[in-house]
């Protein structure tokens, strides 16, 4: 995901021998992954709704 020229770097890791229930591990992440996305852009809507407005327009 690019975002202005940003890039956004996510590390998973588990320090243990032995890692249990690993099913759907990826559909897991994938939906933490897009529940942060979604938050991001609930967040840019706001501020750029309140700077319209701060604005006057």
Excluded: P
């Excluded at 938050?39 to 604005?55: E, G, Y």
């Amino acid at each position: 995901m690019t975002n202005d020229g940003r890039r956004f770097r996510i590390e998973i890791s588990n320090a243990v021998k032995f890692v249990g229930n690993v099913k759907d591990l990826d559909g897991r992440i994938q939906k933490a992954i897009t529940y942060q996305a979604n938050a991001m852009q609930r967040q840019a809507d706001f501020l750029l709704h309140k700077a319209v407005k701060k604005a006057g327009l």
